[in-house]
Nanobody
Framework: QVQLVESGGGLVQAGGSLRLSCVASEPIFSNFGMGWLRQTPGKEREIVAHITWNGGTITYADSVKDRFTISRDNAKNTVYLQMNSLKSEDTAVYYC????????????????????WGQGTQVTVSS
């Protein structure tokens, strides 16, 4: 079973930056699309960004476009989320997740389409 471990969360002032990392336990990571999702109390997890297995397709939620950047380093079994110009509304628990099918260029539309999840890392943006 794949294990995903996030890191890089913390407290930052509005306008600041953070970089989240997610390391996968298995090299097979490189065969799967990866997403970053976030959740606030009382709300469902929303997809923030997704990158396909080969990096050929990258998508972002409208709320983070031009501020967040997702990338992956398959040699390190790691996916990143660079977050710039952070706003108070970005405060959430951030999760990385692996899409359920290998070698797919499909972009998930719902959290249920992801198969493996990390434990989450808290990001708090103070205004």
């Amino acid at each position: 079973q794949v294990q995903l471990v996030e890191s890089g969360g913390g407290l930052v002032q509005a306008g600041g930056s953070l970089r989240l990392s997610c390391v996968a336990s298995e090299p097979i990571f490189s065969n799967f699309g990866m997403g970053w999702l976030r959740q606030t109390p009382g709300k469902e997890r929303e997809i923030v960004a997704h990158i396909t297995w080969n990096g050929g397709t990258i998508t972002y939620a409208d709320s983070v476009k031009d501020r967040f950047t997702i990338s992956r380093d398959n040699a390190k079994n790691t996916v990143y989320l660079q977050m710039n110009s952070l706003k108070s509304e970005d405060t959430a628990v951030y999760y990385c997740a692996q899409y359920r099918a290998a070698y797919s260029n499909y972009v998930p539309r719902d959290q249920s389409e992801y198969h493996y999840w990390g434990q989450g890392t808290q990001v708090t943006v103070s205004s």
